[in-house]
């Protein structure tokens, strides 16, 4: 069993950055994929980037890739997600999430274990 808390969104004016945390609770084992979601108002959950948390090797989306880094600490058991360069569009509830099954995925049907979310205001 994994609990995850995010940490760290806000209201932020576009160009600006900010940087999200998913403190885990319970073993990640190294062939676990640990991702990040969000969710806009009226939309579907979308995938935003995802790490293999033994590797440490990251996937984006197309929308942030340049823009997203996603890291993780295995000694603190943390994911982050440094967001820089801020669109309007990025606005949402993000949600730390994890795919304790060995190969990769976009889908959010297929992570078992999420955050209570955590919600980022960007304006312009």
């Known amino acids: 069993q994994v609990q995850l808390a995010e940490s760290g969104g806000g209201l932020v004016q576009a160009g600006g950055s900010l940087r999200l945390s998913c403190a885990a609770s319970?073993?990640?084992?190294?062939?676990?994929?640990v991702g990040w979601f969000r969710q806009a108002p009226g939309k579907e959950r979308e995938f935003v980037g995802v790490?293999?948390?033994?590797?440490?090797?990251?996937s984006y989306t197309d929308s942030v890739k340049g823009r997203f880094t996603v890291s993780r600490d295995n000694a603190k058991n943390t994911l982050y997600l440094q967001m820089n360069s801020l669109k309007p569009e990025d606005t949402a509830v993000y949600y730390c999430?994890?795919?304790?099954?060995?190969?990769?995925?976009?889908?959010?049907?297929?992570?078992?274990?999420w955050g209570q979310g955590t919600q980022v205001t960007v304006s312009s």
């Open positions: 999430a994890v795919k304790p099954n060995g190969y990769y995925s976009t889908r959010a049907s297929e992570y078992n274990f």
């Open positions: 319970g073993r990640l084992f190294s062939s676990y994929y």
């Open positions: 790490i293999h948390w033994g590797t440490g090797m990251p």
